[in-house]
Antibody, heavy 124, light 107 residues
Framework: EVQLVETGGGLVQPGGSLRLSCAAS????????MDWVRQAPGKGLEWLGR??????????EYAASVKGRFTISRDDSKNSLYLQMNSLNTEDTAVYYC???????????????WGQGTRVTVSS | DIQLTQSPSFLSASVGDRVTITCRAS??????LVWYQQKPGKAPNLLIY???TLQSGVPSRFSGSGSGTEFTLTISSLQPEDFATYYC?????????FGGGTKVEIK
């Protein structure tokens, strides 16, 4: 079964750090770009960033709201994706999802597999 | 950044109704447009990509159309399991962005 499972969420104080993990199974993780998306309570979806695969030098893209504070990385030997979050503030309170990027050609692309999400609460 | 504006933001409909949701992009994005369905407490689920291609396993009552700046998601006959929030997303350029969502509720 193709699956993504996020872990690492919890309560953190403003200014603190947290590292989220996303464990992939059921597919060749190293073949795919991977994304992080979050959803604040009662709000819509916000794309956070992407990490490409080895063939693309593991390069990354970020949303302006997290650039310089969040870092996406991966360990293909462990089929794992990570989100290091620093300088957290209350606006970072959200459910964080990892998602697999599917690409066939041209516009035939999407986030086709999503994890169940992990909740991060930033509060004193 | 490309802004996506969904309308309506809220929709009340009955089982069997035909429902149309619109997503407008602030600049042309060809067909780099995806639709997701999200139910409360669950992760989003891919419905349509490339503006009009139905994801495997998605019922044929869902369809998408459009290119450039205007896109639509249509549910031909609303079923009880379709009551959810729907989001569009553009993958034309970074940063990738989502529309604000359309919540479909039971009338």
């Amino acid at each position: 079964e193709v699956q993504l499972v996020e872990t690492g969420g919890g309560l953190v104080q403003p200014g603190g750090s947290l590292r989220l993990s996303c464990a992939a199974s059921g597919f060749t993780f190293s073949d795919h770009y991977m994304d992080w998306v979050r959803q604040a309570p009662g709000k819509g979806l916000e794309w956070l960033g992407r990490i490409r695969k080895k063939a693309n030098s593991y390069t990354t893209e970020y949303a302006a709201s997290v650039k310089g504070r969040f870092t996406i990385s991966r360990d293909d030997s462990k089929n794992s994706l990570y989100l290091q979050m620093n300088s957290l503030n209350t606006e970072d309170t959200a459910v964080y999802y990892c998602a697999r990027f599917y690409f066939a050609s041209g516009s035939y692309q999407a986030l086709d597999i999503w994890g169940q999400g992990t909740r991060v609460t930033v509060s004193s | 950044d490309i802004q996506l504006t969904q309308s309506p933001s809220f929709l009340s409909a009955s089982v069997g109704d035909r429902v149309t949701i619109t997503c407008r992009a602030s600049q042309g994005i060809s067909t780099y447009l995806v639709w997701y369905q999200q139910k409360p407490g669950k992760a989003p689920n891919l419905l349509i990509y490339a503006a009009s291609t139905l994801q495997s396993g998605v019922p044929s009552r869902f369809s998408g159309s459009g290119s450039g700046t205007e896109f639509t998601l249509t549910i031909s006959s609303l079923q009880p399991e379709d009551f959810a929030t729907y989001y569009c997303q553009q993958l034309n350029s970074y940063p990738l962005t989502f529309g604000g969502g359309t919540k479909v509720e039971i009338k």
